[in-house]
């Protein structure tokens, strides 16, 4: 059966120049506290936390990880809703400042599996390719 209401419309939230360049800074000095301070100032900004989870992820700090993606999912909700998504339609991995908030749901994923919460790991891997399946191509290969 064909669905024949059409898909609302992709989801793209705003675009923050002074947090990108903080992010930016911090990419420079690689360092956790760098990000840390990203996240402090601009709380709301997923793509801090998603940057504190992957290095936590990496770095094979598993629950850090987890804290900082759920931290930066929530977070990345909020402006969602905030936005004007209703909880269904795309999230486009093309829009860049919607990547933080998809990245944050990639890790979440992987950490949720990592501590033994297959259920979580699961519907975050299939939000995030409800979201938009190129994400999940683009961070599966990152």
């Not at 402090?40 to 990880?65: H, I």
């Not at 990345?76 to 209703?86: A, E, N």
């Not at 501590?115 to 519907?123: F, H, L, Q, V």
């Amino acid at each position: 059966m064909q669905n024949l209401l059409p898909e609302p419309p992709a989801t793209l939230l705003p675009v923050s120049e002074e947090a990108d360049a903080a992010l930016a800074a911090a990419v420079e000095q690689d360092a956790d506290d760098a990000y840390a301070e990203v996240a402090a100032r601009f709380p709301t900004y997923s793509a801090a936390w998603a940057a504190l989870a992957g290095r936590a992820l990496t770095a094979g700090q598993v629950v850090p990880a987890y804290a900082y993606a759920r931290t930066g999912y929530h977070r990345g909700l909020d402006q969602l809703r905030r936005s004007g998504w209703k909880g269904h339609g795309p999230v486009t991995w093309s829009h860049v400042p919607n990547q933080g908030f998809l990245r944050c749901l990639y890790v979440l994923s992987r950490a949720a599996d990592e501590i033994g919460e297959a259920d979580e790991a699961a519907r975050c891997a299939q939000f995030l390719r409800d979201c938009d399946p190129a994400a999940g191509d683009a961070l599966a290969s990152d």
